[in-house]
C-alpha cells in the first residue's frame, strides 16, 4: 500500500533562517507531489506541484522553493524564513491521471516563525 | 477567476443530519471532492463526484450541480468525532493537476 511521510511534524524557526522540509512517499512510482499551506483560518493555499524529478511548478510568488531529487522526495526550501512563513505544510501526492482518489496527504508540519 | 465558498462555521446535534453547502466557480472542471480535517491533523478524503447526482457512502452523501456550479456533504446520524473541518476541493484539468480549496466549514456536533 502506498504511505507518504512527511517530517519534523513541528519546527519552531527564527526568522532568517534556513528551511528545509522533506516529504517522501512509498509503494508507488511517478506519483504527481504537492506542497499545500494552511495559515490559521485560512484554506489550503497550492506552493508548488510535480509532476516528475526535476519538474517544479510554482503557484504565487513566494519566499520558498521546492526540489524534486528523486521520483518519491519533495523538498521545500527557504534560504531566510519570515513571520508571514509560518503556518501548517502539508504535503500530498496522487496518482498522475484523473481518479477519484484525489489527494493523500502526509501527516503535516507546523512551523512557527519567531 | 477560480472562487469557492462554504459556510464558516455550522452547529449540529448528535443524531441529526447536517448539509454542508458548496459553491464554485472555475475553468476546466474535473471533479469535487470532500476532505475533512480534525483540527491539528491533516485532511482525509471522503467523497468524489465528477457526474451529476448524488454519491452516497455510509452515512455521508455528496451532490454535484455542474450547471449549477453547487455541491453538498449530507452528514447523517451525527456522531461526536464528526466534529471537524469539511473541505470542498474542485480538480481543475487542462492539462494540469491542480485542486483549489474551500475554505473549510467548522462543524461543531453537539451531545
Known amino acids: 500500500s502506498q504511505t507518504i511521510h512527511q517530517w519534523p511534524a513541528t519546527l519552531v524557526q527564527p526568522v532568517g533562517s534556513p528551511l528545509s522540509l522533506e516529504c517522501t512517499v512509498e509503494g508507488t512510482s511517478n506519483p504527481n507531489l504537492y506542497w499545500y499551506r494552511q495559515a490559521a483560518g485560512r484554506g489550503l493555499q497550492l506552493l508548488f506541484y510535480s509532476v516528475g524529478i526535476g519538474q517544479i511548478s510554482s503557484e504565487v510568488p513566494q519566499n520558498l522553493s521546492a526540489s524534486r531529487p528523486q521520483d518519491r522526495q519533495f523538498i521545500l526550501s527557504s534560504k531566510k524564513l519570515l513571520l508571514s512563513d509560518s503556518g501548517f505544510y502539508l504535503c500530498a501526492w496522487s496518482v498522475p491521471k484523473w481518479g477519484i482518489s484525489g489527494y493523500t496527504f502526509g501527516s503535516g508540519t507546523r512551523l512557527t516563525v519567531v | ?111
Open chain 2, 1 to 111: 477567476g477560480q472562487n469557492i465558498d462554504q459556510p464558516t462555521e455550522m452547529t449540529a446535534t448528535e443524531g441529526a443530519i447536517v448539509q454542508i453547502n458548496c459553491t464554485y466557480q472555475t475553468s476546466g472542471f474535473n471533479g469535487l471532492f470532500w476532505y475533512q480535517q480534525h483540527a491539528g491533523e491533516a485532511p482525509t478524503f471522503l467523497s468524489y463526484n465528477v457526474l451529476d447526482g448524488l454519491e452516497e457512502k455510509g452515512r455521508f452523501s455528496s451532490f454535484l450541480s455542474r450547471s449549477k456550479g453547487y455541491s453538498y456533504l449530507l452528514l447523517k446520524e451525527l456522531q461526536m468525532k464528526d466534529s471537524a473541518s469539511y473541505l470542498c476541493a474542485v480538480r481543475r484539468g487542462s492539462g494540469t493537476y491542480k485542486y483549489i480549496f474551500g475554505t473549510g466549514t467548522r462543524l461543531k456536533v453537539l451531545a
